[in-house]
């Protein structure tokens, strides 16, 4: 027995690894990062704290000793064998294995325009210091893309005093994965806080003085950063034959066309049960992906059925969304303490629930309708919208009526 490799030491590789013990997995566990550093959280990096970028460890090298696990920093896998069992490393050495987990996550979106390559990203420890080492009061800075990353930075940058400016070529921002009411209600938080918006308008270059839209206009900039969005990291397993497409894709417990190896995270394209796949981004996917992967390689057959869930922090403001809100859903609103929220009703069952309020204010609400989403319960729309009906109590009821049909 070859053990376990894991190819990629984010939130998701990372989190296997330690799950691959406490499921009772006792083969070796190699644990291979592309970053010289210990695993580290990708969220703080968006938010220094007294002006120094964070970086909070997944953890300590002491607990990887502990459990077993080899961790390979600064090294990245060149090439798979699937049939043989084996990995090739940027150093050359050849990893076999019994197992392999791909948590390569995601890289990002690059910019074509001419001068693109003036643009910083933001998705590694040293992407955030390249951007926030250079921030001081009065710095013109243009982020390219309206979503949540590129707001979320374009409220830290304004914490800073830099003049800032966010290009978006659809004609509002947040149109993507935010419910449009809360959309609404950051964008016009940005614009109160000067945050100044060029939308329906695409890049066409980046020079030294800034960039130019597709309107002819320039925007004055001492930085720009590209926000554009993240593509999966499918690179490895494309040329060892998997199937991809949006992400590696694998079927309900997280299995890709080649048996013995399995994706989890950003990279992965997760088989649904009415049909099709689902690539989902978010730190908590990420953890409850490579959960069931490592339950999985170390003999179980779960299939992973976890509600999407992802917060935003932009100023004051906390924005959590569960379950996929869409368009055709019925919509409720409900008043709460310090925001609003809105539930998401498909033929009468609740599916999806969000709220934005300040701080984390809201953050039992969800987490409350993320249970009632759970439970497949169909709550009175008259009590979802009333504040006044604890969402505790709808919750006891939906169990008792699941209980009483069994």
Same mark, same amino acid.
Not at 188 to 196: D, F, K, M, S, T
Not at 328 to 352: C, I, K, N, P, T
Not at 367 to 385: R, V
């Given at each position: 027995?070859?053990? *376990?490799?894991? *190819? ?13 013990? &406490? ?5 070796? @566990? ?67 294995? &019994? ?7 995601? %890289? ?13 990203? =933001? ?24 979503? +949540? ?8 940058? %304004? ?16 149109? %993507? ?31 030294? &003085? ?12 001492? +930085? @720009? ?144 309708? &993320? ?12 009590? =979802?919208?009333?504040?006044? @009906?604890?969402?505790?109590?709808? =919750? ?11």
């Amino acid at each position: 027995m070859d053990g *376990i490799v894991i *190819i990629g030491a984010g939130e998701c590789g990372t989190r296997a690894a330690f799950t691959l013990r &406490e499921a009772g997995y006792s083969g070796s @566990v190699t644990l291979v990062g592309s970053e010289p550093h210990l695993p580290y959280e990708r969220p703080p990096l968006s938010k220094p704290m007294n002006g120094a970028v964070q970086m909070k460890l997944i953890c300590a090298a002491e607990a990887l000793e502990a459990a077993g696990i080899d961790y390979l920093a600064g090294l990245s896998a060149s090439k798979l064998n699937a049939d043989a069992g084996t990995v090739t490393l940027s150093d050359g050495r050849v990893l076999r294995f &019994e197992k392999l987990l791909l948590a390569t996550g995601a %890289r990002p979106r690059r910019l074509t325009c001419a001068g693109a390559e003036l643009a910083l990203d =933001l998705r590694t420890h040293a992407d955030a210091e390249a951007i926030f080492s250079s921030v001081a009061a009065g710095l013109r800075v243009a982020v390219i893309g309206g979503g +949540l990353i590129g707001m979320e930075l374009a409220s830290v940058l %304004r914490g800073k005093d830099a003049a800032v400016n966010v290009i978006e070529a659809a004609p509002k921002p947040l149109g %993507r994965a935010v419910p449009q009411r809360f959309a609404e209600k950051l964008h016009a938080r940005h614009v109160a806080e000067g945050v100044r918006f060029h939308l329906d308008r695409g890049v066409v270059a980046i020079g030294d &003085e800034g960039v130019t839209l597709t309107d002819g206009s320039m925007v004055p900039a001492d +930085l @720009v950063v590209s926000a554009i969005g993240v593509l999966p990291e499918t690179t490895l397993a494309e040329a060892a034959g998997l199937a991809t497409g949006n992400g590696i894709q694998t079927d309900a417990c997280l299995r890709t066309s080649a048996p013995n190896v399995f994706a989890a995270g950003d990279c992965a394209a997760v088989a649904q049960p009415g049909g099709g796949l689902i690539r989902y981004e978010s730190w908590r996917n990420a953890r409850t992906q490579a959960e069931t992967a490592a339950r999985n390689m170390a003999g179980a057959a779960e299939t992973f059925t976890a509600i999407p869930w992802f917060w935003s922090d932009q100023y004051d403001l906390g924005l959590q969304v569960a379950g996929l809100p869409k368009p055709a859903h019925q919509r409720v609103l409900r008043s709460a303490a310090g925001g609003e929220l809105e539930f998401y009703l498909d033929d009468g069952r609740l599916v999806a629930a969000a709220g934005l309020g300040i701080g984390n204010s809201l953050a039992k609400e969800i987490k409350l309708a &993320e249970m009632l989403i759970a439970a497949a319960a169909s709550p009175d729309p008259a009590a =979802l919208t009333d504040p006044g @009906v604890n969402l505790k109590t709808l =919750l006891k009821s939906a169990r008792a009526e699941t209980f009483t049909c069994r």
